[in-house]
């Protein structure tokens, strides 16, 4: 069992990230990457566990560990660890005899001695004191979450607080408490029946279960089943962190501002203690062999769609790096066979493909929508004509140069961040894969042949697969958790543990905070009157972003929306629309552009070797577009069945269309667009002279690269293509939003398990610097994360909702209002206790002053150690000058919390929070919903779909 200590690192010759891998005497492996882009370090601990070790009358059990780890252990979060933990062992032992318990009335009378057992053990407990903790030391980002594999937990701290992390970290990972145990079950079940409203968790599972029948990736779900989160066993939980939360089978992996020898004797004295373990060797029967295809059917309210899988060997083998060659090959949202054969020649609405890169096996999938009038059937043809393509090699010979290219392209963008590193570690050692061969990965490609392609399609992609049509309309399968009746829990929320106290006592010093110096950063080059380039120099890499951001948008002109969309499928007097994307993609670029209620982009990227030929080929496609009448056909087809679908995507109608209607009423943003007779009526002609007249409007040019900004702006000069004078941009429509005076209720009949509730109220109604920089605070304390009242409240104390939050926001123009928004998402029967328990701590604040200043604190350490970096300058320095400022507004942030103190938060939420009417924007079916709970907030208006969508 002893491992010996690896003081000199394992590098990789030739390893951009220049990672660093030590092993402690231990067993437990650290993974290092320095990068100095800013003083801060994105951390993940992983455990080479997940929901595949489960037990099988035992699923889910990986996964709730995971949530029961922020919970502390016998001095994180602990008042009086004697007296608490016999109540902890009196509870596991009657969770032991409720799992045994067949006779409900015998099992509702253990359940009501575990919630009073529960309530007397939590007046011994220093509620979410790992969160607060955390964030006194500056973290960020805390989360974690389970997967077939493994379990990460992940931070990202302040560069000078890596000791303090360690000695968290050290002491969470040393024991676990299963306190507060039966509330937070209560949220696994709310977050169970979240998904039995989602149709890919739906459909998932279906394939795993096809895929892999006697494997647990088949067999049982990371969320667990039904019946075994009604009866945990506390006992196998404990067995379960005891056998595989071991050092040799974990690792810590960091990537940032560090000194890499400081960090190997950290971790040794923190977490080199740990006594390593025998991991049980993991086993399973092969899968049997697929030799037609499975056919299955999934029913849900969302769009239906088709998706199609097949299965492949795992980690240890040569299938993932093909398969992810192959996966670029088919789409790559350019020019991958299903890109310029299915999404660009309008064969499906949108089509894509997908893979899981899993341990022990691996898969491909490709899946699409129909569109108006398209069978389910018609659709897999298609899909399966696109891998027909890749067995005939039907292919040009250079997509798999500029397939690996793009690959490459993709994992420099993604390791430019600290989390993209540790997500790319994080993966190679859950999947047992050796870093070196991670690292050699573009040399196996490069090796990788045109016949090898089509061999192994030949092989492997053939009627072996699963084939699952998910059809629109109830689902007669759904299973809904019920919770047992319990008692909220009083929480301790005024006291600290010995152990917190100890830690908040020695405080790092701060390190100054450094602020975006725009003037200095953004290079600014006026080419015309109307026309400027605002430069921003990138000496990390070769990668540019070329922008030309107008401020022309959906607001200003109705059309202008369905003209971009138009533009994608648009070829050149020199060009059909299939060879710009494939020009595009051969030289190392993507050619993207967008609209939104702000702003109109053209943006090119990549390789900045070929910024100049790229913007002679934008200027190229917008001088010259050619109509297509096919295409704007199928496109007015798609823009109208892509709005019926909008009103099936749950997310979408609660936050976009019942948000807009919140706020605005009928005539809003939102609903300002064309009618459908208005979209059928449309001409190429006029929506191509939209897209050419852009360019005689005044924009900005925005440059963010390695060129020097005498050769970009030379480039600009030659090619880009405007008119001499160019024209000030007409404005935008305006839309009133009316003050939230009274209480009302807005309900939309949407079937689903739970209810969304939605609280809005508009507040002040123009940009206010006062209110910007306290309700930063006032958000921190408040309103969400781990330790804020609202989770506290709502979640941790009374277990009324899976995810509840308060968020105050500012405008991001001087014109605007701001808002205070909460959010409920539970179940119907909770709202009679969740709503007036909301509205009630919005109401009367509860005041703690330590955990008040802590989350002030908190923010002011994140300032500190946060940078902006050189490629967001001129996207801040925008939002900025929106709001008439010229420098990083954090700076004046930091200043004023620095000197701000406890009445100051208090006089904000007096002034702006308190006494304040809200619109109680409801989404869930009418036939579950507790109607007396949303009568008594005020008017219930039911909505219906037209009323919200306008159409």
């Known amino acids: 069992m002893a491992a010996t200590t690896s003081l000199t690192p394992k590098t990789i010759a030739g390893d951009p990230l ?60 602990a008042l009086d660890w004697a007296q608490e933990s016999k109540f ?52 960020k980002d805390t989360n974690a979450y389970t997967s077939v594999d493994q379990t990460v937990y992940i931070n990202n701290i302040p560069s000078n607080e890596l000791q303090r992390w360690m000695r968290l970290e050290s002491e969470r990972f040393r024991m676990m408490a299963l306190r507060l145990f039966h509330t937070e079950l209560e949220t696994v079940y709310e977050e169970f029946n979240i998904g039995q409203d989602q149709d890919n968790r739906k459909v998932n ?5 096809a895929l892999f029948p006697n494997h647990p990736y088949g067999t049982q779900t990371t969320i667990g089943s039904a019946e075994h989160l009604r009866s945990p066993s506390q006992k196998k939980i404990q067995e379960f962190f005891r056998t595989y939360y071991v050092p040799n089978n974990m690792a810590l992996i960091l990537s940032g501002d560090f000194e890499p020898e400081q960090a190997v004797a950290l971790a040794e004295a923190h977490f080199g203690v740990f006594e390593p373990g025998a991991v049980p060797p993991f086993s399973y029967e092969p899968a049997p062999p697929i030799k037609e295809p499975v056919r299955l059917e999934a029913w849900g309210q969302e769009a239906p769609f088709v998706d199609i899988a097949w299965r492949f060997q795992g980690a240890a083998s040569d299938d993932p790096m093909m398969l992810s060659l192959i996966q670029n090959l088919l789409h790559n949202y350019q020019a991958g066979l299903l890109d310029l054969n299915l999404n660009q020649q309008q064969r499906v609405l949108d089509g894509s493909a997908w893979s899981w890169q899993f ?25 399966i004509g696109e891998v027909q393509r890749l067995r005939e090699g039907d292919f040009a010979d250079w997509m798999l140069e500029a397939a690996i290219k793009d690959i490459r392209l993709r994992e420099v963008k993604l390791t430019e961040s600290n989390r993209g590193r540790v997500d790319l570690i994080t993966q190679a050692f859950v999947l047992g894969v050796d870093w070196g061969r991670m690292v050699s990965r573009f040399d196996w490609w490069e090796k990788v042949t045109k016949a090898d392609v089509m061999e192994f399609a030949q092989t492997n992609l053939g009627d072996n697969r699963v084939v699952v049509y998910k059809q629109q309309g109830d689902d007669p399968n759904v299973i809904k958790v019920e919770k047992p009746p319990i008692n909220a829990v009083q929480l301790e929320r005024n006291r600290l543990s010995e152990y917190a106290q100890d830690f908040l006592s020695v405080e790092t010093p ?8 725009f003037e200095k950063g953004i290079q600014q080059v006026d080419l015309q009157p109307g026309l400027r380039l605002e430069y921003v120099h990138n000496y990390r890499n070769e990668l540019f972003r070329l922008d030309y951001v107008f401020e022309l948008n959906k ?72 109509p297509d009448e096919q295409a704007l056909a199928n496109m007015k087809a798609d823009v109208i069945k892509r709005r019926e679908h909008a009103k099936q995507n749950r997310n979408f109608v609660l936050r976009r269309a019942l948000g807009s209607y919140a706020r605005y009423g009928a005539d809003s943003p939102f609903r300002y667009r064309l009618e459908e007779a208005e979209v059928r009526s449309l001409t190429s002609e006029e929506l191509i002279q939209r897209l050419k007249s852009l360019s005689n409007y005044e924009h900005t040019v925005h440059y963010y690269g390695p060129n020097p900004v005498k050769e970009v702006a030379a480039a600009i000069q030659q090619y880009h293509k405007r008119a001499e004078q160019l024209k000030p941009v007409p404005e935008s429509r305006s839309f009133e939003q009316p003050h939230t005076s009274e209480n009302e209720v807005l309900f939309l009949d949407f079937p689903i398990v739970q209810a969304d509730v939605m609280l809005i109220s508009r507040g002040t109604p123009h940009f206010s610097l006062d209110e910007f920089q306290l309700s930063e605070w006032y958000n921190e304390y408040f309103g969400y994360g781990l330790s804020s009242i609202v989770f506290q409240e709502i979640r941790e104390s009374r277990a009324l909702a899976y995810s509840s939050f308060a968020y105050y926001s500012s405008p991001d123009r001087l014109d605007q209002p701001h808002y205070l928004q909460a959010y409920l998402g539970t179940q119907p029967d909770k709202l009679q206790e969740g709503i007036p328990a909301l509205t009630g701590i919005l109401q009367d604040m509860p005041v703690l002053e330590g955990q008040a200043m802590q989350a002030r604190h908190s923010i002011l350490r994140r300032i500190e150690s946060e940078r902006i970096v050189p490629g967001r300058y001129f996207w801040e320095s925008l939002t900025a000058r929106r709001l008439g400022f010229e420098k990083d507004m954090r700076e004046d942030l930091y200043q004023r919390l620095q000197r701000s103190e406890l009445p100051d938060l208090l006089r904000f939420h007096q002034e702006h929070v308190r006494d304040r009417a809200y619109k109680h924007v409801v989404l869930g079916s009418a036939d579950r919903m507790d109607w007396a709970a949303l009568e008594q907030v005020g008017p219930v208006r039911k909505l219906s779909m037209e009323e919200v969508f306008g159409y």
């Open 359 to 383: 341990q022990d096996y691996t898969a491909l999938g490709l899946v699409a929508r129909p569109r108006e009038g398209q069978t389910m059937e018609e659709v897999e043809a298609l899909l």
């Open 205 to 209: 599972k279906m394939i795993r279960e």
């Open 18 to 77: 220049q990672v660093q891998i030590y092993t402690l005497r231990n067993g437990m492996t650290l993974f290092l990457s320095v990068n100095p882009e800013e003083p801060r370090i994105h951390t993940n601990i992983v455990v080479r566990a997940g929901s595949k070790q489960d037990p099988a009358d035992a699923t889910g059990l990986a996964h709730y560990m995971e949530h029961m780890l922020f919970k502390g252990t016998s001095r994180i979060g």
């Open 510 to 517: 701060p390190m100054p905070p450094v602020f975006a110096d």
């Open 555 to 626: 607001l200003s002109d109705r059309t202008l929306s369905m003209a971009i969309a138009y533009l994608p499928y648009l070829g050149t007097s020199r060009y059909s629309a299939a060879e710009l994307q494939r020009q595009f993609f051969r030289l190392g670029l993507s050619f993207d552009v967008h609209v939104n209620n702000d702003y109109t982009y053209l943006t090119i990227s990549g390789l900045s070797e070929s910024m100049s030929e790229g913007i002679r080929l934008m200027e190229h496609v917008m001088a010259n577009l050619q």
């Open 88 to 139: 902890l062992e009196q509870i596991s032992d009657l969770y032991e005899q409720h799992r045994a318990t067949r006779d409900p009335e015998a099992r509702r009378a253990i359940y009501q001695e575990i919630d009073r057992l529960s309530n007397e053990a939590a007046k011994l407990v220093a509620p979410n004191e790992y969160d607060l903790l955390s964030g006194a030391i500056g973290a």
